[in-house]
């Protein structure tokens, strides 16, 4: 079995600490690990199981890269697509890749942003799924209701399949849009309806034997984008013409809708889509009160509510159900009634050109990070930190000149055509226009303080000569 782990959506509803360069699966929002070190480590126990395919955008490629390899459960396939076209696409695609590596291998489908607290319960799940899939059904997980959700699709359950060696699993009788209020009491109160999960199980062969019947556009695009496709560091980079000209769909409305081979298998293990700061705060432990905290938090006469502090002291009184998450560069507060608002917000962001809509002021990078500490009109400051044996591009700047101040580790600096160490409490100045580069030659993390000054500070003021990690 080969899980297939979705890694491509935005979170834009969990700002401002959920953003497009660094959204929710790659946090850790539950524990100490990501969202999507969570689904990896969920796995653990499961038999016969072969590394990871994980699909994701170019932008989070060294991310994904990097948190399994902070796991060290060995490295994923990571497909790159080129652009967002939806679940159906993206599964079509892993399963050819999956054909190229086994003879019809069962794939696991899963997001990379769930949470799931009964592990046990999951493990069972899967287990209960797999001669069915073996047997060329298409599995999906129907999540056993706690709540009339209007946020989720529903699957109607059928009658019991006998056949499939599981009491637990059953044909799909119909898939439901998300239902009104109204609707999706009547649906709970029936107890035949189940929340849509988005996890599946099938053998490669037989999703893409039901994707050449519905929808033969979407295979022929993606055997063409991965045909095309190039390898770039451990990355497989899909071919972008190709890829882009497949119609944007999901896996239930290509497939699940369509088939008349799908069949659900219930699950109730504690399962939440983290979609909102709500539902985070639902899955979250609390205190008596009902509040849900991280981070540096006081609390006077507050219950039901989640509060979320990254960098400072935050301190709430006498406030009930509001949701308070701050972080270096923004801070949310909101009534749990008004959460949905957030899209909104996040809209209006994109729209007047806002950088918080895209970027942490934390800004993570294949080589490290940086951090925009203090900024001017002609001037900016960052703390740099250089992983051991990592090196920046060989480039230079049109508008900028750059001072380097080592604070801890030691800089192997390249400087116009001059090339030395810097320690720490030793700096250097790099002049405006001079190719220059940045290395840590030592086995310890690198510290350092940029001040940068000049007319533009622009990150796109970079012209690269040389990358070690494939960048233009």
């Known amino acids: 079995m080969i899980p297939v782990i979705l890694s491509g959506g935005s979170g834009t509803r969990l700002w401002p600490l959920s953003r497009a360069k660094k959204p929710k699966q790659f946090l850790p ?25 994980v699909i994701c955008n170019e932008d989070h490629r060294f991310m994904v890269a990097e948190q399994f390899r902070e796991l060290g459960q060995g490295t994923p396939t990571i497909l790159l697509e080129p652009q967002g076209r939806n679940t159906a696409p993206a599964i079509a695609v892993a399963a050819l890749q999956a054909l190229q590596v086994d003879t019809d291998p069962v794939l696991l489908v899963l997001a990379a942003d769930h949470a799931i607290k009964d592990i046990p319960a999951f493990h069972q799940a899967i287990e209960q799924a797999l001669p069915a899939a073996e047997a060329g059904k298409l599995v999906t997980f129907g999540i056993v209701p706690t709540s009339a959700h209007t946020g989720y699709g529903y699957i109607k359950q059928g009658k019991s399949l006998t056949e499939s060696l599981s009491s637990n699993v059953f044909t799909v009788q119909a898939f439901q849009e998300k239902p009104d209020a109204v609707t999706a009491q009547k649906f709970v109160d ?57 119609p944007s769909n999901s896996i239930d409305y290509a497939v699940m809708e369509k088939s008349a081979n799908a069949v659900m298998v219930s699950l109730d293990a504690g399962w939440s889509d983290v979609g909102s700061w709500d539902s985070l705060w639902q899955v979250m432990a609390k205190d008596e009160a009902g509040n849900a905290c991280r981070g540096d938090v006081m609390l006077e006469q507050c219950r039901n509510s989640y509060i979320n502090a990254e960098e400072r002291l935050v301190t709430v009184i006498g406030l009930d159900d509001v949701i308070v998450v701050e972080t270096k560069d923004a801070v949310l507060v909101a009534n749990k009634a008004h959460i949905q608002g957030v899209k909104n917000i996040v809209s209006k962001l994109q729209s007047y050109g806002r950088s918080e809509v895209e970027f942490h002021r934390e800004v993570f990078r294949p080589w490290g990070k940086y951090d925009s500490i203090n900024n001017g009109e002609r001037f900016q400051v960052k703390h740099i930190t250089v992983k051991p044996g990592a090196k920046l ?43 220059h580069s940045l290395e840590n030659p030592g086995k310890i993390a690198l510290e350092l303080i940029e001040v940068q000054s000049g007319s533009y500070l622009g990150e796109d003021d970079i012209v690269r000569f040389e990358d070690k990690y494939g960048r233009d």
């Open 29 to 53: 929002l539950l524990n100490d690990k990501s969202m999507l070190q969570n689904t990896v480590l969920r796995l653990k126990g499961l038999a016969n199981l072969q590394q990871p395919i």
């Open 190 to 246: 029936g107890g035949n309806y189940f929340w849509n999960s988005g996890m599946f199980m099938f053998k490669a062969s037989a999703f893409l034997a039901e994707l050449r019947q519905f929808s033969p556009d979407i295979l022929q695009a993606v055997e063409q984008a991965l045909a095309l496709a190039k390898t770039d560091l451990d990355f497989i980079r899909l071919d972008n013409e190709a890829f882009s000209a497949s």
């Open 393 to 435: 591009s060989v480039q230079k700047h049109h508008h900028r000149a750059e001072h380097w101040v080592v604070v801890s580790g030691t800089a192997l600096v390249r400087n116009g055509d001059k090339e030395f160490l810097v320690s720490e409490n030793e700096s250097t100045y790099i002049p405006l226009g001079v190719i």
